[in-house]
């Protein structure tokens, strides 16, 4: 199993703020290259970077980052630190508890491609790295609220999902788009617990998928996106709750009608579609009025929409009457 090492040119976090981090780390990579930045990694490493570990380490996107912040999207508290977002995941299909971050990294993410399927003009199946090329890429800072009542604020690289939607031109007959996860049992231990119904998946209405906050994210903290937290691809609509932020993504196919989604399927009075983030409306096991804040030692009030109202409310006019909020 592949182990975790430090990059030759990052530095150690606790030595810097992640802007500083960011910032050595694009001078490094410019001055030395990234072969040099490699044999570094393999003298620090307790491991030696024999091939398949080389390969591991080289996300041939990683020159893309970082992009540039949009500033439109501002956050009320600070980033949490990148080892705590990196290092407290839910992502089941490599275990059930927070620390998965291991086990992700066996999951390999070149190739990877992506297929665009179900109601639309020109069904198409896209290589990740050309997609990346044909997207337009820009960072935003995103609060995250997890059902389980813990959030971060991260800064997220990639693109609207917009922008993707309209790569497939959908039929006027297209209600939903779903989203979902890759299937890889041998690597993913998970997948090999029968009783989830594999593989994950979540969709959103069309005018959520086309709404501005909707995002894909590509890249982390100015970096190619972690596999733990979703790599190379995984969504984030941050005015939902986390679990609709389907990650690993291998599929968006827009439809009629929607799956249930693997939430719903296990457990469909707790995780509903639309899964707005409430602090009134309490999960039917424990309260959402406030959530604990990963990094700092801190409870906040949670906010209606996760205090994204301003883009997202006007979405649900008129759909008062159905389960918005859990
Ligand atoms: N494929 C897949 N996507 C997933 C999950 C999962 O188990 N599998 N967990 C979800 C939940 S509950 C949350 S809170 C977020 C966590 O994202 P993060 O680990 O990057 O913070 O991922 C979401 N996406
Ligand atoms: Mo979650």
Same mark, same amino acid.
């Given at each position: 199993?592949?182990?975790?090492? /430090?990059? =030759?040119?990052?530095?150690?976090?606790?030595? #810097?703020?992640?802007?500083?981090?960011?910032? *050595?780390?694009?001078?490094?990579?410019?001055?030395?290259?990234? @072969?040099?930045?490699?044999?570094? #990694?393999?003298?620090?490493?307790?491991?030696?970077?024999?091939?398949?570990?080389?390969?591991?380490?080289?996300?041939?996107?990683?020159?893309?980052?970082?992009?540039? /912040?949009?500033?439109?999207?501002?956050?009320?508290?600070?980033?949490? &630190?990148?080892?705590?977002?990196?290092?407290?995941? *839910?992502?089941?299909?490599? @275990?059930?508890?927070?620390? $998965?971050?291991?086990?992700?990294?066996?999951?390999?993410?070149?190739?990877?491609?992506?297929?665009?399927?179900?109601?639309?003009?020109?069904?198409?199946?896209?290589?990740?790295?050309?997609?990346?090329?044909?997207?337009?890429?820009?960072? +935003?800072?995103?609060?995250?609220?997890?059902?389980?009542?813990?959030?971060?604020?991260?800064?997220?690289?990639?693109? &609207?999902?917009?922008?993707?939607?309209?790569?497939?031109?959908?039929?006027?007959?297209?209600?939903?788009?779903?989203?979902?996860?890759? !299937?890889?049992?041998?690597?993913?231990?998970? !997948? /090999?617990?029968?009783?989830?119904?594999?593989?994950?998946?979540?969709?959103?209405?069309?005018?959520?998928?086309?709404?501005?906050?909707?995002?894909?994210?590509?890249?982390?903290?100015?970096?190619?996106?972690?596999? !733990?937290?979703?790599? &190379?691809? +995984?969504?984030?609509? &941050?005015?939902?709750? @986390?679990?609709?932020?389907?990650?690993?993504? $291998?599929?968006?196919?827009?439809?009629?009608?929607?799956?249930?989604?693997?939430?719903?399927?296990?457990?469909?009075?707790?995780? =509903?579609?639309?899964?707005?983030?409430?602090?009134?409306?309490?999960?039917?096991?424990?309260?959402?009025?406030?959530?604990?804040?990963?990094?700092?030692?801190?409870? /906040?009030?949670?906010?209606?929409? *996760?205090?994204?109202?301003?883009?997202?409310? @006007?979405?649900? #006019?008129?759909?008062?009457?159905?389960?918005?909020?859990?």
């Amino acid at each position: 199993m592949l182990i975790k090492r /430090r990059r =030759g040119w990052e530095l150690p976090e606790s030595a #810097a703020t992640p802007e500083a981090v960011f910032w *050595n780390r694009r001078a490094v990579l410019k001055a030395a290259g990234f @072969g040099v930045a490699l044999a570094g #990694a393999s003298a620090l490493g307790s491991i030696g970077a024999h091939s398949e570990d080389a390969k591991e380490e080289v996300d041939p996107s990683a020159s893309l980052y970082p992009v540039k /912040r949009n500033e439109r999207y501002a956050l009320d508290r600070p980033i949490t &630190p990148e080892e705590v977002a990196t290092r407290y995941n *839910n992502y089941y299909e490599f @275990g059930s508890t927070k620390g $998965v971050w291991k086990d992700a990294q066996a999951l390999p993410i070149r190739p990877w491609t992506v297929e665009i399927a179900g109601l639309v003009e020109k069904p198409l199946t896209i290589a990740i790295d050309d997609l990346l090329r044909q997207m337009p890429l820009e960072e +935003r800072l995103y609060r995250h609220r997890c059902v389980e009542a813990w959030s971060i604020a991260v800064p997220y690289s990639g693109f &609207p999902l917009k922008a993707l939607v309209e790569l497939a031109k959908p039929l006027g007959s297209a209600k939903y788009l779903v989203m979902t996860t890759f !299937q890889n049992p041998d690597v993913a231990s998970g !997948q /090999r617990q029968f009783w989830y119904p594999w593989p994950y998946t979540d969709s959103l209405t069309i005018a959520e998928a086309t709404n501005e906050l909707a995002f894909i994210a590509t890249g982390y903290y100015g970096k190619p996106i972690p596999k !733990q937290n979703g790599a &190379p691809l +995984r969504l984030a609509v &941050p005015w939902k709750y @986390g679990f609709k932020h389907v990650k690993g993504i $291998v599929r968006f196919s827009f439809e009629e009608s929607y799956p249930v989604s693997f939430w719903t399927k296990l457990v469909e009075s707790e995780y =509903g579609f639309w899964a707005n983030v409430n602090p009134e409306v309490p999960h039917p096991r424990w309260s959402q009025a406030t959530e604990r804040v990963l990094g700092l030692d801190e409870t /906040r009030p949670t906010l209606l929409y *996760n205090g994204y109202g301003e883009f997202v409310a @006007g979405l649900y #006019a008129g759909l008062e009457n159905e389960r918005l909020f859990v």
